[in-house]
């Protein structure tokens, strides 16, 4: 198996002043890059899906300002920064749930700030966007060294929706904590839920473990209890898009339904995450959850699954309670419950 994650499966870097990304609408059937060197296009990308993942979705929102700032006719510092405000709030308005993108949109601006003439900003700009790519991938592996150790040899996995290379620069989230189990030698398998509706997990999860040879099985999200009552599970990992510091995480829509059923079964279920995800600041009750349009939940591509007019509810995403998680892994170590406590350690310098 190629090197691939960190080559083929890089989902969004910078090329020749272009942010070049896989777009993830088109697989498993099609491995295809798109470039943009707009930061509308970027803006369209991640509202529709061609890039998606919190940690991903944060680097594009900071690739997309790099394009502004090369885009700007401003001749001044100040309509330099206005122009890049303009281009934030069109960016930030994409997807509101999870807190990387606004975490990767605010650093490039307060580092644009910091440039004391236009040609100046432009290159701080640029370097700050592309040094985020390069250390999301080390955020990945530190993480998945810290969870590795939770998971035991000959362990079948669960899943749900996709953490993994593909909602990253790369290595991933869950899956990086997977990927660094193997690589610590143990021998693991994978069971992915397919997630409806957009199915994240058959078309994207079980796409980069096959190509990165693991062994993988795909379940519909309804046979999530019938795996877990038959002993064919026996530790959960999933990755999250927002986690406040209660221990509440926000993640793919049915998040909450394996984690409940993980519970009832006993089955140890852990979230893996960048401490950008992690939001200090917001109560779980004042999270926005995005719904999306009930086209994705009444058809299948052009295939037609429901009546016509019938009324839809389609959230992306949903939440789940501390008392379900067993621990939340990130780049500076494992959070365990109490999560008030546990959470806010993270943040503190030298942690380790």
């Given at each position: ?21 896989i ?18 296009q ?16 944060g ?12 885009q ?9 920064l ?22 990767g ?36 592996k530190?993480?998945?060294?810290n ?8 362990d ?6 996709n ?24 021998n ?20 980069e ?40 995480v926000?993640?793919?829509?049915g998040?909450?339904?394996?984690a ?29 959850i ?25 959230p ?10 067993s621990?939340?892994?990130t ?8 999560y008030?406590?546990s ?10």
């Open positions: 198996m190629p090197d691939g994650v960190d080559s083929t499966l890089r989902t969004v870097r910078w090329n020749k002043n272009r942010v070049v990304m777009d993830q609408t088109k697989l498993p059937n099609e491995l295809i890059f798109v470039e943009y060197d707009d930061f509308n970027v803006a369209d990308a991640i509202r529709n899906l061609v890039v998606r993942g919190a940690p991903a979705i680097v594009a929102g900071a690739f997309g300002l790099a394009l502004a700032v090369l700007s006719k401003a001749t001044t510092k100040d309509g330099l206005a122009d890049l405000e303009n281009a934030r709030k069109i960016l930030f308005a994409t997807r509101p749930t999870a807190v990387n993108l606004g975490w949109l605010e650093k490039i601006m307060h580092t644009a700030k910091s440039g004391n003439s236009i040609e100046h900003i432009k290159e701080l700009v640029v370097s700050e966007a592309k040094k985020m790519a390069e250390e999301d991938i080390e955020i990945n530190a993480m998945g060294k969870g590795s150790v939770l998971f035991d040899n000959n079948t996995i669960m899943t749900h929706c953490a993994g290379a593909l909602a990253t620069v790369a290595y991933g989230t869950a899956l990086g904590v997977i990927r660094a189990t193997r690589e610590s030698g143990k693991v398998k994978v069971i992915a839920t397919e997630t409806r509706p957009i199915q994240q997990g058959s078309r994207l999860t079980t796409f473990l096959k190509h990165d040879g693991f062994d993988v099985s795909l379940i519909p999200d309804t046979a999530v209890g019938y795996s877990m009552a038959n002993g064919l599970v026996n530790k959960v990992v999933v990755g999250a898009d927002r986690i406040v510091k209660t221990g509440h926000f993640n793919k829509i998040t909450y339904q394996v409940t059923m993980a519970k009832q079964h006993g089955i140890p279920f852990y979230v893996a995450a960048p401490l950008s995800t992690i939001d200090l600041e917001t109560k779980a009750e004042d999270v926005i995005e719904m999306r349009k009930g086209s994705e939940v009444t058809g299948i591509g052009d295939k037609k699954t429901a009546p016509d007019d019938i009324n839809v509810i389609n992306a995403f949903d939440m789940t309670p501390p008392e379900l998680i621990g939340i892994i780049e500076k170590g494992v959070a365990r419950a109490p008030e406590e959470i806010p350690k993270l943040f503190q310098d030298g942690n380790s």
